[in-house]
């Protein structure tokens, strides 16, 4: 059954566009791997600060193998724009 990952991300003051440029460049990453549906970036509407990537996946593995593969040090930058460590679930 395909699973949805919701993932909410908060930045740093002032880092508003380099964390949305740095998720809307990770997307493609996403969309590349294995196992995945489909996925987008959003901004909330009322708070700069505040993100969130939808992924949809054929399983919960297939997302984990994505998030193991993904280039550590591109990983390191997009966490220094962070105010607090993402937070995040799967859905049915």
């Known amino acids: 059954m395909p ?3 919701i993932t ?3 930045c740093r003051p ?3 566009e380099a964390m949305y440029n740095f ?3 990770l997307l493609p990453y996403i969309e ?3 196992g995945c549906l489909g996925c987008e970036a959003l901004r909330a509407q009322a708070e ?3 993100f969130v990537i939808l992924e949809r996946w054929i399983n919960e593995g297939a997302h984990t193998t994505s998030v193991a593969n ?3 040090d591109q990983m390191k930058a997009g966490m ?3 105010a607090s460590p993402p937070k995040g679930g799967f859905f049915v």
Do not use: D, H, M, V
Request: glycine letters at 4%; charged letters at 15%.
């Open 3 to 5: 699973i949805t990952r």
């Open 8 to 10: 909410q991300f908060e």
């Open 14 to 16: 002032g880092q508003e």
């Open 23 to 25: 998720l809307k460049n």
């Open 32 to 34: 590349a791997s294995p």
């Open 48 to 50: 700069a600060t505040q």
């Open 70 to 72: 993904y280039p550590p």
């Open 80 to 82: 220094a724009l962070l």
